[in-house]
């Protein structure tokens, strides 16, 4: 019997994915949590009934996440990533040379260890790196203890729903501020403008309190259905998102010109080019 599996983020719209097998379909420690195949998009994980990551588009939401903001800082050092379960953005940090460490903060295990069976290509071999450090805890928990600094800090977090809710507050934000080296830059996954304005509305307007410079950058993610995916920008370094594409393309070279499939240098620039619907709901 055919089996569709309905995404259930939208108050008034939804969309069904044939699940031509399903690898799993259970309950994580945090999460509903279920991995199946799908012709169009390859294996598809969804957590509480939003997709998260597929293996045919995962390419380009990692690639953006990771590249834009350690290009756009050009001397980064240390990482964070809150979140990020299916290591797809620890490994597009870890291209970068210049990284000494990445710790990624996850508060779900299961996501960890599921990913790693089900998605091997996704993670490939990012969490035995040697400058990977793991850490399983709540990640305004940590952002609020951990004695550490970072210089780019990448909240791969699910929406703001279930274990999510939290790390769209101010207080996280505060907290992500708090370990931020002086210089250093946040960026968010912060939902599809068009139908989620009000976070990003709300989530640009909490890093206008706590940063000098606030915006959001666009990536089309085919499996985030409904029109282009935002990233929030947060940082007192107004200039990182104004860097014009040679010097972006410098950096791309000194860290050895890796190939990518989805970021480019002249994707960086233009990722800032926001629509006016977009950028009304960033500037102040
Ligand atoms: N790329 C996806 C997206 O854009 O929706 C996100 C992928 S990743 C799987 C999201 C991860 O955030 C999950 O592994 C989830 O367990 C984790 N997460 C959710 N709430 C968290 C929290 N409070 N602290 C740390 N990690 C959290």
């Not at 107004?238 to 002249?266: C, D, M, N, Q, V």
Request: hydrophobic letters at 40%; one cysteine or more.
């Amino acid at each position: 019997m055919e089996r569709w599996v309905e995404e259930t983020l939208h108050r008034g719209f939804r969309v069904n994915l044939k699940a031509d097998s399903v690898l799993f379909d259970s309950e994580t420690e945090h999460q509903r949590l279920i991995i199946f195949e799908n012709a169009d998009f390859g294996r598809v994980m969804m957590l509480d009934g939003i997709v998260q990551v597929t293996t045919n588009d995962e390419f380009i939401y990692h690639e953006m996440m990771a590249h834009v903001p350690l290009f756009a800082h050009g001397r980064a050092k240390r990482a964070l990533i809150v979140g990020g379960g299916d290591g797809g953005v620890l490994r597009e940090a870890l291209r970068h040379p210049q990284l000494e460490q990445v710790t990624l903060c996850e508060i779900d295990r299961g996501v960890i260890a599921l990913c790693r069976t089900h998605f091997p290509e996704i993670s490939a071999g990012a969490y035995d790196d040697p400058r990977t450090r793991i850490v399983i805890a709540d990640g305004t928990k940590f952002v609020a203890e951990t004695d550490d600094r970072f210089d780019v800090i990448m909240i791969d977090s699910t929406d703001p729903i279930g274990p999510g809710a939290v790390l769209f507050t101010r207080e996280f934000y505060a907290g992500c501020r708090r370990c931020l080296k002086p210089g250093g830059l946040l960026v968010t996954q912060n939902g599809l403008p068009f139908l989620q304005a009000g976070e990003l509305k709300q989530s640009v307007a909490y890093f206008r309190e706590l940063f000098a410079d606030a915006s959001a950058y666009l990536a089309n993610t085919p499996t985030y259905f409904g029109g282009p995916m935002s990233f929030g920008w947060a940082t007192d370094n107004k200039k990182l998102r104004e860097h014009r594409r040679k010097k972006i393309e410098r950096r791309h070279e000194k860290a050895g010109a890796f190939p990518t499939r989805y970021w480019s240098p002249e994707v960086h620039v233009a990722s800032f080019a926001l629509p006016p619907y977009v950028r009304d709901l960033v500037e102040a």
